[in-house]
């Protein structure tokens, strides 16, 4: 009977554990739909910063997704008959089948496949950027110089790739600015750059990395 009432209440604090993951990603999936039709709405009236902070609440929604449960009000109910309650435990303890477990194994193996996904697609990009990347030349590598020493960054390295569009910053450990393999004016240039090493300073790359997480 012990066995029984163990294994029962690991059921039901499984059931709780998805019912929870479940109610917590769909509310936060909504919140951060309603907040993307706001910041549309009103468009730049507040600052980018603050539109920065309220998305990483809304990312902390996502990578916490369990609430602490709040206390509820105490309620006396009328005590039930012993036969009842032994019947009650009788019939919620019967053997049968359990999605719960099952659910929470898909969602777990859902989100293992997806983040392994994300990381093979990175490496790849990173070996391919690696392999088709090049120094700048020696008027680009100046410029370089100047802005990364003006911003505190002056050992970062920037290099051209022709596997790229646009100007990006990459690497979560070692980052890297990358260039598309076309010539820039040193005046615009150093405006790619500064714009660049702001995503840098700002640990830009991290909060990508989690939001593909939680994707």
Not at 118 to 136: K, Q
Not at 194 to 208: A, M, N, S
Request: glycine share 6%.
């Amino acid at each position: 009977r012990t066995g029984r009432f163990c294994q029962t209440e690991e059921v039901a604090v499984m059931q709780t554990f998805v019912l929870s993951l479940l109610v917590c990603s769909l509310s936060m999936t909504v919140i951060a739909l309603l907040f993307r039709l706001v910041c549309r709405a009103l468009g730049n009236r507040y600052a980018a910063r603050w539109r920065y902070a309220a998305w990483l609440v809304v990312l902390a929604g996502f990578l916490l997704p369990i609430r602490p449960a709040w206390p509820s009000s105490p309620v006396s109910l009328p005590a039930a008959p012993a036969g009842g309650t032994a019947a009650a435990l009788a019939v919620s303890s019967a053997p049968g089948f359990d999605p719960y477990p099952v659910l929470f194994l898909v969602w777990l193996l859902g989100g293992g496949l997806m983040l392994a996904c994300l990381l093979v697609r990175h490496v790849s990009f990173c070996r391919t950027a690696a392999r088709f990347s090049r120094p700048l030349e020696r008027e680009d590598a100046r410029v370089a110089r100047e802005v990364l020493a003006a911003g505190g960054k002056p050992s970062l390295p920037v290099r051209r790739c022709r596997c790229v569009p646009g100007p990006l910053a990459v690497g979560l450990f070692r980052p890297c600015i990358l260039l598309p393999d076309r010539p820039y004016p040193p005046e615009e240039l150093s405006l790619v750059l500064q714009h660049e090493l702001v995503h840098c300073r700002r640990k830009d790359l991290l909060f990508q990395t989690l939001l593909a997480f939680c994707r």
